[in-house]
């Protein structure tokens, strides 16, 4: 009988960013295939607790470990050892013993890592079907770090990085069955790093619960005040995130507010840094840090605005604001890998001009940015439902769905 190994870098549940969500629908793919044996990590203890509260029923077995190693360690320890930090932030003895112990017993049969610092936990001797779900080219994202930095010594560590890591990549590709990616873009870019070809590395793209993003359910008022509110999501402690929301208030708003005065800019996400709360001082800009529930936020929204100077992959953002019928306003970088025409369901924009001059249209346009949400919405309901996403998935492991 088939038994997968589910090897994840942040435990799934609950499924409230980007990584946790492609990875939350990953396991419930997989264990409508087979049993599945979670081995995951976990930024705190009450992280790890949540998710084993939830996720333990429905696992053969489940062991979550807690993170433990700072960021000066992790880089002291991989410039010593000569390999990637990011392997050593996520590496924990305890769950490699799990790991070891598990696949003694002899009953795993097909092994899915999701994230490329999991890849360390990857038996060497193992004989039966291995997924490599990278999601994004983790190199190239550190490469375009360096080249954006040129601050000594954060040069010197984004380009070390995106060294060390592509390597690793690479090496860890040619091992392994297949490598999956969030996009094709993603996919096509991994191969001619690679040099592996199509078969060995394939693009499967994330979904959206049009379901639970469904702007026809009603939701609790948000964001006392008047005036046209645009509305940013995201994991408020990511470099990206970070530097879209400061780019968006320095040089985008104040051109919104000369045609808009009482325009007002929401910042959505948990755990922002120190410099995205003190964003919240700025006439009309509110930084709300972690919220239970971002839909009533986006339903609230004018326009939702994703000013991203560094995105990879499918940005899980842009769909549940597509799937909640909101317009949207996207950066190029955001917009790529979003299978959707710009002008018909949302507006790309390539500089800060562009982009205020989209959420000007929008304030002004109720109407039109209303017919282009709902064509946003029509959009995600026929091209990213999860089921049709993550269906190639069987046919990879070899294993009848």
Known sequence: MAEILFLVHRAPWPPDRGDRIRSWHMFQAL?????VHVAALADTKA????????????????????RDVSRPLALAQAVFRGEPVSNRLFRNAALAEHVGALMALGTVTHIVAFSGQMAQYLPKDFGGPVLMDFVDVDS????????????????WVHAREARKLGALEAKVARAVDTSLFVSEAEAALFRLQSGLDGDRVRAVENGIDTDRFDPVRRFGAVGEGEGPL?????????????????????DILPLIRAVHPAARFAIVGRAPSEAVRALGVIPGVIVTGEVPDVRPWLAAADAVVAPLLLARGVQNKLLEAMA???????SAAAATGIDATPDEH???????????????????????ADRMG?????RMIARYGWDARLA????LLGLAA
Do not use: S
Request: net charge negative; charged share 25%; with cysteine.
């Open 230 to 250: 645009a509305v940013f999501t995201g994991q408020m402690d990511y470099r990206p995130n970070i530097d879209a929301v400061h780019w968006f208030v320095a």
């Open 324 to 330: 909640m019928a909101r317009p949207v306003v996207a």
């Open 47 to 66: 992280d790890a607790a949540i998710a084993h509260e939830k996720m333990a029923p429905l696992c053969k077995t489940l062991a979550i470990e807690v």
């Open 392 to 395: 190639p998935l069987a046919g």
């Open 31 to 35: 264990a409508k295939l087979a049993p």
């Open 346 to 368: 949302l507006l790309v924009a390539d500089d800060a001009e562009a982009m205020a001059a989209g959420v000007v249209r929008l304030f002004d346009d109720p109407a039109g």
């Open 140 to 155: 190239a994202k550190f490469a375009t770090y360096a080249e954006q930095d040129k601050r000594q010594p954060l040069n």
């Open 374 to 378: 709902w064509a946003a919405r029509e």
